[in-house]
T-cell receptor
């Protein structure tokens, strides 16, 4: 059975801290790994990773995929209160279907 | 970037009513759109894959007669919750990606459905 597991489920950090979110996956016919940020509405796209070992960066966020070990991490440096959200990891199969993890709730305190 | 519009954003209606939710890709064509359901404090669960010009593919446990999906054009998919009951109350979200392979899915803003 396909599954995507995220850890931790939640964490609280102070502004300026760095957080690392983990995502492991077991998906038949895996094609890509995606990270989304969800605040009050629907998820917003952060990264899509298809190749192992190539880091993707966007501002203070970065992510990398390890296809041998079947996991990905999302890093957020110099966190701000606006980074508070649920971060969702999802894996796609060859049909493009997304299998989501349970999410990691990040709370950044001032 | 890709924009997906979902309407309405909030619906409150009586039990037994049918509710239609629209999902539009505004600046790209999408042969495939996806419908998800999300309960509070839980992750998104895929309900069905909407295919333009053909029948939708439903995930196990999702009643196709309850959740009617129509994908009549490359930019519009609709989900109709028929004879809705309080247990159908949830957050419904659609997503779409560009027709080309390996493009990320972008989500609409979601529809919060409350059945009284």
């Amino acid at each position: 059975e396909d599954k995507v597991v995220q850890s931790p489920l939640s964490l609280v950090v102070h502004e300026g801290d760095t957080v690392t979110l983990n995502c492991s996956y077991e998906v038949t016919n895996f094609r890509s790994l995606l990270w989304y940020k969800q605040e009050k509405k629907a998820p917003t796209f952060l990264f899509m990773l298809t190749s192992s070992g190539i880091e993707k960066k966007s501002g203070r966020l970065s992510s990398i995929l390890d296809k041998k070990e079947l996991f990905s991490i999302l890093n957020i440096t110099a966190t701000q209160t606006g980074d508070s959200a649920v971060y969702l990891c999802a894996a796609t199969d060859s049909w493009g279907k997304l299998q989501f993890g349970a999410g990691t709730q990040v709370v950044v305190t001032p | 970037g890709a924009v997906v519009s979902q309407h309405p954003s909030w619906v409150i209606c009586k039990s037994g009513t049918s509710v239609k939710i629209e999902c539009r890709s505004l600046d790209f064509q999408a042969t495939t759109m996806f419908w998800y359901r999300q309960f509070p404090k839980q992750s998104l669960m895929l309900m069905a894959t909407s295919n333009e010009g053909s029948k939708a593919t439903y995930e196990q446990g999702v009643e196709k007669d309850k959740f009617l999906i129509n994908h009549a054009s490359l930019t519009l998919s609709t989900l109709t919750v028929t004879s809705a009951h309080p247990e159908d109350s949830s957050f419904y979200i659609c997503s779409a990606s560009r027709t080309a392979l390996n493009q990320p899915q972008h989500f609409g803003d979601g529809t919060r459905l409350s059945i009284l």
